[in-house]
Nanobody, 122 residues
Framework: VQLQASGGGLVQAGGSLRLSCAASGRTFSPYHMGWSRQAPGKEREFVAAISWSGRYTFYVDSVKGRFTISRDNANNTVYLQMNSLKPEDTAVYYC????????????????WGQGTQVTVSS
């Protein structure tokens, strides 16, 4: 499966962005999906995950209540709605896919898209 992330940009603190990740190639729906991010000088960290059905979601504590992951299997797309953004959310955001549920274990995801830059100004 090929993944294409988009929707990043520059936003002021407190603002919102919605990231999209479009999948192509193999059938999208059996894949669990996740978002991770990497800030300059830091390791990549897990942000959110969603099961293939959309029934289960999982978030890193730092984004709970602010970010929402969702998916549209009919259109092979997963979203990350980011509200109340903070400067510490600044990072390159990556989407990933896996046939196995790994949740927050990003090293388990087999397929990765290119990143999209999110910059939050204070």
């Amino acid at each position: 499966v090929q993944l294409q992330a988009s929707g990043g940009g520059l936003v002021q603190a407190g603002g919102s962005l919605r990231l999209s990740c479009a999948a192509s190639g193999r059938t999208f729906s059996p894949y669990h999906m996740g978002w991770s991010r990497q800030a300059p000088g830091k390791e990549r960290e897990f942000v959110a995950a969603i099961s293939w059905s959309g029934r289960y979601t999982f978030y890193v504590d730092s984004v709970k209540g602010r970010f929402t992951i969702s998916r549209d299997n009919a259109n092979n797309t997963v979203y990350l709605q980011m509200n109340s953004l903070k400067p510490e959310d600044t990072a390159v955001y990556y989407c990933a896919a896996s046939r196995t549920w790994y949740g927050s274990q990003i090293e388990g995801y087999a397929y990765w898209g290119q990143g999209t830059q999110v910059t939050v100004s204070s």
